[in-house]
């Protein structure tokens, strides 16, 4: 399975020393310019890293070359050593139904005096006796830019699994305001698998979605 990491020449990526045993390919993204013209409505409190980060998905996206493969975001950090064999079960038994297979899942990252993340998790079934796959529900619901749009609270673009079918959708997408990690869990057929086998490593600042130092 073919592996891209997405990161900026902000920072150096927290996940490249545990692919030391994979073939990978690290994608350093560059600060593209605010779009001309911009999307009226927008969905991100930073618009201009919101539409790098969209970049950034869809040029990893186009160096899959529409083989199914695993989109990690440099700031990702294995929850145990186990994560490789819940790739290869969610690409093996997901990804040929869904077409993006989330590896991420933000309630596995809230402190218990933030929020119970029991409520919002809907276990659908087991697959090699792992609970892989999950749904959560809907936290927020709008009418946004013409478009029924449903907030997934949780879900991520940390890492996940993309269909070649899917990366050919988001390869044709022009950005219209919303963040990527909403594009996926709106967009296409979805699904998550908790508990997550990546979490976020949020220590380290430069996220892609920051502006330009």
């Not at 690409?91 to 297979?101: G, H, I, K, N, R």
């Not at 022009?174 to 979490?199: E, H, Q, T, Y």
């Amino acid at each position: 399975m073919r592996i891209v990491v997405i990161t900026t020449h902000h920072r150096q990526p927290l996940i490249v020393p545990h692919l030391s045993d994979y073939r990978h390919t690290i994608l350093t993204n560059p600060d593209d310019p605010a779009p001309d013209p911009q999307p009226l409505d927008r969905l991100s409190p930073n618009p201009l890293g919101a539409f790098r980060c969209f970049r950034g998905h869809q040029r990893a996206v186009a160096m899959l070359q529409e083989q199914p493969g695993l989109i990690i975001e440099d700031d990702a950090i294995p929850t145990d050593d186990e994560w490789p064999e819940v790739v290869e079960i969610a690409a093996s038994s997901l990804l040929p139904t869904y077409d993006v297979v989330s590896l991420h899942c933000r309630v596995d990252n809230m402190p218990a005096t933030h929020i119970d993340p029991t409520p919002h998790v809907q276990t659908v079934r087991k697959i090699d006796g792992l609970g892989i796959v999950a749904t959560l529900k809907d936290y927020d619901r709008t009418i946004w830019n013409g478009e029924r749009f449903v907030m997934k609270w949780g879900f991520a673009s940390l890492a996940y699994l993309i269909s070649p079918s899917a990366q050919q959708k988001l390869l044709r997408m022009k950005w219209d305001g919303m963040p990527v990690d909403l594009i996926l869990c709106n967009r296409f057929s979805f699904c998550a698998v908790f508990p997550s086998p990546f979490r976020h490593g949020h220590a380290v600042a430069g996220s892609i979605v920051d502006t330009a130092k």
